[in-house]
């Protein structure tokens, strides 16, 4: 589940592996550049952490980020 | 289903478009390198063509081809 | 260079591994999304071939393959 | 510049932007899964922060540590 907290939209996802982790990454960075919406994220090994939140707006959440959550869930 | 033609194991996979079948390569590829082992393939949109031979053994097909074979029918 | 031959206009790339040559087909991956253009192409090892043609205007060379030409030579 | 702090070995890289901070991230997860030594990174946007540290001596800087990000500096 997405938690909104602090003006982010945040969830952390569990892999097997790095391998598995940082190829979910390059899906996540496909549809981020698609957007033209960039997580911020962060990763070690089979864990890799998602905070969306819109700079243009002010650093609050906004429908692009939830628009990117719902795409990244679809993966 | 891989077949052998050719001296080389071969099997083309289809996805939903090219984001798709990047990722997958990105998969191969961390297999590849973990086992030193690397395919030749090819890619146009959404198709992935791999085709496994070891170089080493005078291009022919051996076990290090049908182990990256399932490691790769494993993702 | 890039040269053209049978409708398509043609460079194989050499690095020194496979590493970077995945490295530099995932920065041609990305060109590729952000123009909606994708290559035909292939890799074994060190080695990447890349073809390029427009598949809308009957598979010959047009303008958007110059320029994926280009912004590929820029990387 | 490396720099040693909260027994973690820390740099900052900045790039032109996403495509090519991403690219960057792809060489590194190569170099990492070669040696089996998994960093604690983060990114946004153009700009990729890394921590090295190894778990398994103690969440302390080791050999391992300096020797991933001599790797990462050759990229």
């Known amino acids: 589940m997405w938690k909104e907290e602090d ?3 945040k969830k952390t996802f569990e892999f ?3 391998q598995e982790a940082f190829a979910f990454m ?3 960075a496909f549809l981020a550049e698609e957007m ?3 997580p911020n994220w962060s990763n070690v090994y089979n ?3 998602i ?3 819109t700079h ?3 650093n609050v959440v906004t429908e692009k980020d939830r ?3 719902k795409a990244i869930d679809a993966i």
Request: net charge positive.
């Open 7 to 9: 003006n982010k939209l």
């Open 36 to 38: 033209q919406h960039h």
């Open 16 to 18: 097997k592996n790095f």
């Open 51 to 53: 905070a969306l939140t």
């Open 26 to 28: 390059t899906r996540v």
């Open 56 to 58: 243009d707006a002010g």
């Open 47 to 49: 864990s890799v952490e």
């Open 67 to 69: 628009k990117l959550a």
